[in-house]
């Protein structure tokens, strides 16, 4: 799956309206790790693996109010769960542990030298 980040960079969203939504939204704690909501748009648009600013991109449009985890995992073909789970992680390990990681499967034909 590809995402544009255009949209970022041009301030380009639409906005949405989330009346009457009842219980508690899922939202990215940014202060617990001394992070804004500009910090997680540079993630998003620097980040080194495509999964890692996929993720990043979700909190910061959470964070910024211009969605929620139910419309934006809807918006992208994401089970609800999957972002949700993105928040709870950041929340509770910090942007760390949104970092795309390999943790399986046989190995790249062509690996990078370390």
Known sequence: ??????????NDFRSSA????????V?????KWGQTEADL???AVEAEHPRTRERFL???MI???KT???EWSAE??????TVIGWVHSYNKSGPEALYYRRTGGRSPLLAKKR
Do not use: C, H, Q, W
């Open 1 to 10: 799956m590809v995402f544009s980040l255009v949209a970022i960079r041009d």
């Open 18 to 25: 989330s009346g009457g939504t009842e219980g508690k939204m």
């Open 27 to 31: 939202r990215p704690e940014t202060a």
């Open 41 to 43: 748009r540079r993630l």
């Open 58 to 60: 979700a909190l910061y």
């Open 63 to 65: 964070v910024s109010g």
């Open 68 to 70: 929620n985890a139910s």
């Open 76 to 81: 992208t073909g994401r089970d609800d769960n």
